[in-house]
T-cell receptor, first 110, second 114 residues
Framework: GQQLNQSPQSMFIQEGEDVSMNCTSS?????WLWYKQDPGEGPVLLIA?????ELTSNGRLTAQFGITRKDSFLNISASIPSDVGIYFC??????????FGTGTRLTIIP | SQTIHQWPATLVQPVGSPLSLECTVE??????LYWYRQAAGRGLQLLFY??????ISSEVPQNLSASRPQDRQFILSSKKLLLSDSGFYLC?????????????FGEGSRLTVL
């Protein structure tokens, strides 16, 4: 099946720093999405991208749908403690079910 | 927006015992429903999805089964649990109108099989 590789697997940053993470695939996707999972809870949708090259923001979060349609990027500016969690990318193509990435775990060092 | 209720939140069960996890959805009708499993520190594995009452598709062969007796109710079951069934189980619902990739997740049910 499809695989979405997320990088980095984990990040340790200080409050106030900017964060960048990405998601790559060997296959083309028509929709890219980013979810965040707080500890012990279900994931919550952050941003959905529907068009190659699309750049969408949600507050301090910005995500981009890669031009090749095989990747996507998520940036978080000026991180705060509540940004801690696991960030999952997800891709959708054709009639297939949503494919989730392996996740990026974000930890903020006091 | 939708609200997904899952219960129980936490479950500790012996090997060989049965399982029933329930999920109900509020705020929509005729959604696609999903059961995912998340092993510790890992990604999400799709177990079952349903496009309507009584319609269940299984993504991976396993020791579990699912049922959808009502439009907004989705149940995950097992007759005899295995150690490998331990994990965090998540129910999800799509927006009405099918698969856009935008899912609403429940708070999860953590299952430990001893």
């Amino acid at each position: 099946g499809q695989q979405l590789n997320q990088s980095p697997q984990s990040m340790f940053i200080q409050e106030g720093e900017d964060v960048s993470m990405n998601c790559t695939s060997s296959s083309i996707f028509n929709t890219w999405l980013w979810y965040k999972q707080d500890p012990g809870e279900g994931p919550v949708l952050l941003i959905a991208l529907y068009k190659a090259g699309e750049l969408t923001s949600n507050g301090r979060l910005t995500a981009q749908f890669g031009i090749t349609r095989k990747d996507s990027f998520l940036n978080i500016s000026a991180s705060i403690p509540s940004d801690v969690g696991i960030y999952f990318c997800a891709g959708l193509r054709g009639n297939e079910k949503l494919t989730f990435g392996t996740g990026t775990r974000l930890t903020i060092i006091p | 927006s939708q609200t997904i209720h899952q219960w129980p939140a936490t479950l500790v069960q012996p090997v060989g015992s049965p399982l029933s996890l329930e999920c109900t959805v509020e705020g929509t009708s005729n959604p696609n429903l999903y059961w995912y499993r998340q092993a510790a520190g890992r990604g999400l594995q799709l177990l079952f999805y349903s496009v309507g009452i009584g319609q269940i598709s299984s993504e991976v062969p396993q020791n579990l089964s699912a049922s959808r007796p009502q439009d907004r109710q989705f149940i995950l079951s097992s007759k005899k649990l295995l150690l490998s069934d331990s994990g965090f189980y998540l129910c999800a619902s799509s927006r009405a109108g099918g698969d856009t990739g935008e899912l609403f997740f429940g708070e999860g049910s953590r299952l430990t099989v001893l």
